[in-house]
């Protein structure tokens, strides 16, 4: 999120999922330093309470309620605790400062209207990073569905994204097959299954490589070998094994360095940004690998021979947009024997 929020050009960040998906850790460690901070915590058998700031007075918005059905929402509101919280929130959006956090904005909240409306104007006056509860709730779905919010469900924060990782390449430029060359006590392609490791509806590799393949059905990754001569033949070859996806992100098998934070990265600006090709750039200059929407999957499966996804990129340059990263090695490949081991030397 550290990557792809800022691309996005929002204004806000909301977070949502089940419990238990890690919203108030993640929420905590992307702005642990934030002094506008609202608390919500709950005791167990007793109520549920929000702070202002750190040391603000600790007030009991809900009380437990054991007549009410279960699990969820056996919270009674406090009406009065909650219209008093609201006059506060009003009073957090006039101090200084850019960001608010709120770590939990859920069913209690929904149920005061004023309470609502302080938390909208806070959202045009403040910066707001959020955790809000997964809840049919009609208020909760209209903050999620906000144009000016980045919105990531932890449960499904991918979406049905497909990658096939080009493992194809005949290496004579290295010599050999550098795909199973050591790269710090392992094979170099095992790095590009690593980077793209549970993040992918489904994910396959394409090579003409037995001992590829072997090593890829040895770690549980599905693979497609072919001795077809193209460049071309592995794209299709990968889309066709994929079946329908919403996207794909054509990885090389050969780039030690990429990062598996900016493969999701990716994914998550893909999700903000369903329509563009996404690829990451190191000060402007973009690489591999390249995130493509279904729309582009008809041209890729009819690429001229020999081409690579590069082709569609070239004709479609108005819908390519770009990811910074802050290390230019990571987006080189090791075409070579001294290209590997200035990679495996870089730190």
Known sequence: MRLSFPVSGKRHLLI????????????????????????????????????????????RIGTFDPSLPGPENRMSPEGEALAKAAAQLDRLAMQPGEWAVIDEIGYLECTCESYCRSLLSLLEHKRVLAAVRRQALPFLGQLLGREDAFAVDLDAPFGTSGCVIMASGLGQRFGSNKLLADFH????????????????????????????????GEQGVECVLHDLPDRSDTVRLGLEALGHMERCLFCPGDQPLLRRDTVAALLLCAQHGPDAVWRPAFEGSPGAPVLFPAWAFPELLALPTGMGGGYVVKKHPERVRLLPVRDAYELMDADTPGALRRLAEHR
């Open 16 to 59: 949502t999922g089940s419990r238990g998906a890690g919203k108030s850790t993640l929420l905590q460690g992307l702005l642990p330093e934030a002094a506008l901070r609202i608390t919500t915590w709950a005791e167990p058998g007793q109520g549920v309470y929000l702070r202002f700031g750190q040391q603000g007075e600790a007030v």
């Open 185 to 216: 006590g392992q094979p170099l392609v095992c790095r590009a299954l690593e980077a793209t490791e549970g993040l992918f509806a489904r994910r396959v590799v394409v090579t003409r490589h037995r001992q590829v393949a072997a090593l890829c």
